[in-house]
């Protein structure tokens, strides 16, 4: 049975062009990643409902609670089987001002010390092309999704 995850596709309106809010996630993993390793915010849930659980993720890992009525998208399925439940709404944040949980692991590998790291280490707002680059392979069809409702 597959993992599921939720999370919130940001999105504004700038000189007739939609942007993308979307995060850079934390840890040593991605710390030299950049292109193909930009997301949407969010994280796995069980019984919770996806649209609940995309704003807990959401909240958890910038600091920003969205209240404003969301739109869910067609999942999507990662290449490693994850189901993705994506919700846009329309917000205007400032990537500054975001304040991510943090979680725990051994680095170095094999060292036996525990560090922490922010969940995501940086959010930015993309342009529709900017974002095809920097995005998840995997999570580039949300953008398609998004671009259909605005049409």
């Known amino acids: 049975m597959p993992t599921h995850s939720a999370g919130l596709l940001p999105y504004r309106k700038r000189n007739n ?22 997301m949407i915010i969010k994280g796995e849930f069980d019984e919770e409902e996806p649209m609940e659980a995309a704003r807990r993720e959401f909240k958890e890992e910038t600091g920003f609670a969205l ?12 290449s490693g089987g994850k189901v993705v439940h994506a919700f846009v709404v ?3 944040l400032d990537p500054d001002e975001i304040e991510s949980n943090t979680f725990e692991m051994e ?9 922490s790291f922010p969940e995501i280490d940086r959010a ?3 342009t529709m092309d900017e974002a095809r680059k ?18």
Do not use: C, I, T
């Not at 062009?17 to 710390?31: D, I, N, S």
């Not at 680095?107 to 560090?115: M, R």
């Open 107 to 115: 680095w170095p590998p094999k060292s036996g010390k525990k560090q």
């Open 124 to 126: 930015a707002w993309f």
């Open 67 to 78: 209240d404003e009525p969301l739109q869910e998208l067609e999942p999507v399925k990662q």
């Open 90 to 92: 329309e917000a205007d």
């Open 134 to 151: 920097k995005m998840l392979k995997s999570q580039r069809p949300l953008l398609e999704r998004l671009e259909a409702l605005n049409a």
């Open 17 to 38: 062009q939609l942007e993308v809010f979307l995060a850079h996630p934390g840890g040593p993993y991605w710390k030299n990643k950049d292109e193909g390793a930009w």
